[in-house]
C-alpha cells in the first residue's frame, strides 16, 4: 500500500472531498461534464439543498440563482461559481447559528416544546434563503 492510502483524511477534506463529487455527480449527467447546466442545477438543487428551496414558493428561483452565480455568463454553473453558492450558504448557516445561540441563550424555555422547535427550524429555513438571496419570503 502507498503511503497516501494509509493516510486518513482530516473533516475538512472530507468535506472538500464531498463538494467536488456531489458537483461531478451531477454535472457529468449532460452536456459539458465539468459544469451544471440549468436542469443539472435545479436537480441538485432539489436533492441536496431541498429544505432550502421549499422555503420559496418562486417558480423562478432556479433561474435566479443561476443568473446569480454564472459570473462568466455562459448560461452554465462551473465548479468555481458553485463553490460561491455553498460558501454563501455557509457564511448564511453560521450567522445564523450565532444569532440562534445568542437567542437561545436568552429565551431557553422558548425551546422545550417541540412546536417551538419546528418554528425555530423554519424561521432557520427562511433567514438563510433571504441572505442567501436576498428577498423576503
Same mark, same amino acid.
Given at each position: ?19 467536488? =463529487? ?9 452536456? &459539458?461534464?465539468? *459544469? #451544471?447546466?440549468?436542469? %443539472?442545477?435545479?436537480? /441538485? ?42 460558501? =454563501? ?9 450565532? &444569532?440562534?445561540? *445568542? #437567542?437561545?441563550?436568552? %429565551?431557553?424555555?422558548? /425551546? ?26
Amino acid at each position: 500500500m502507498s503511503k497516501l492510502q494509509n493516510l486518513k483524511m482530516s473533516e475538512l477534506q472530507n468535506a472538500m472531498e464531498s463538494l467536488v =463529487a456531489v458537483f461531478h455527480n451531477y454535472s457529468s449527467k449532460e452536456g &459539458d461534464k465539468y *459544469k #451544471l447546466n440549468k436542469s %443539472e442545477l435545479k436537480t /441538485l438543487l432539489q436533492e441536496e439543498l431541498g429544505d432550502f428551496m421549499a422555503v420559496s414558493n418562486d417558480p423562478r428561483r432556479v433561474e435566479c440563482i443561476l443568473e446569480d452565480l454564472d459570473e462568466n455568463g455562459d448560461g452554465e454553473v462551473d465548479f468555481q461559481e458553485f463553490v460561491v453558492l455553498v460558501a =454563501a450558504l455557509t457564511v448564511a448557516c453560521n450567522d445564523f447559528f450565532e &444569532d440562534f445561540l *445568542k #437567542l437561545k441563550q436568552m %429565551e431557553k424555555s422558548v /425551546l422545550n416544546r417541540t412546536s417551538d422547535r419546528l418554528t425555530v427550524h423554519g424561521m432557520f429555513l427562511n433567514i438563510i434563503y433571504d441572505r442567501m438571496f436576498d428577498t423576503k419570503v
